[in-house]
């Protein structure tokens, strides 16, 4: 049964730090491209950041570089997205997903249950 179970999130100050931790199972993690996206009311959810399976390769959406981190450690199957500097604009539920896309373009992906994030104070 495949699995992507995050944590970390909560209530935090304007200006302060969080750090969500998203553990997967049940699949071939380090085969995986991981991301955080997140969703606030009314809004689409939209990437936030993604990593490649080795991590070789990073991206964050333009309104966090600078601000947010993404990490994976592949021996612990985890993904960690480190958060400082929050404005209230990060409130929003964060999600993980899993990608894995083959040669053919064939693609399959996982969704974790979410977490919410709110900036506030």
């Known amino acids: 049964q495949v699995q992507l179970v995050e944590s970390g999130g909560g209530l935090v100050q304007p200006g302060g730090s969080l750090r969500l931790s998203c553990i997967g199972s049940?699949?071939?993690?380090?085969?995986?491209?991981m991301s955080w996206y997140r969703q606030a009311p009314g809004k689409e959810r939209d990437l936030v950041a993604s990593?490649?399976?080795?991590?070789?390769?990073?991206n964050y959406a333009d309104s966090v570089k600078g601000r947010f981190t993404i990490s994976r450690d592949n021996a612990k199957n985890t993904v960690l997205l480190q958060m400082n500097s929050l404005k209230p604009e990060d409130t929003a539920v964060y999600y993980c997903?899993?990608?894995?896309?083959?040669?053919?373009?064939?693609?399959?992906?996982?969704w974790g249950q979410g977490t919410q994030v709110t900036v506030s104070s």
């Open positions: 997903k899993a990608e894995y896309t083959t040669l053919y373009g064939s693609r399959t992906t996982y």
């Open positions: 049940g699949f071939t993690f380090n085969t995986y491209r």
């Open positions: 990593i490649t399976a080795a991590g070789g390769r990073i």
